[in-house]
């Protein structure tokens, strides 16, 4: 192993919390300060709030009996392009007939 490599080791680093010294630990920093431990975090403590979920559950339920309304198989979608496609080539034919037959009798 090369010397003078590797950071110092402290091994009774202090861990402070909100200024507070709550514990040691080893570290390559002689102090820690920190924000959120285990002692302090709302889910280690047991005071963990649950925000609304059944609301949330509601709003969830709504959207998805809107969308389950919208929900269609995709042969019905074909069958629907199928119709279009059909009126509008009725459509077509019908608007390029009477052209047609206009255009005949005007070169008659």
């Known amino acids: ?3 003078n490599i590797h950071p110092k080791y402290y091994p009774q680093a202090k861990v402070f919390v909100g200024g507070q010294l709550v ?3 080893g570290s390559t920093r ?3 300060h920190l ?5 302090t975090h709302p889910f280690y403590t047991g005071e963990q709030r649950i925000i609304d979920t ?3 559950v509601d709003r969830f339920q709504k959207r998805l009996e809107r969308r389950s309304g919208e ?3 995709k042969v019905e979608k ?3 392009r199928r119709a279009k496609r059909q009126i509008a080539e009725v459509i077509d034919d019908e ?5 047609a037959t206009d255009d005949a009798e005007a070169a008659s």
């Open 30 to 32: 002689p102090e820690l």
């Open 78 to 80: 074909q069958s629907r």
């Open 95 to 99: 608007a390029v007939a009477p052209a």
């Open 35 to 39: 924000d959120v431990w285990s002692g």
């Open 54 to 56: 059944e609301g949330q």
């Open 23 to 25: 514990g040691t630990v």
């Open 1 to 3: 192993m090369k010397p």
């Open 71 to 73: 929900v269609t198989t």
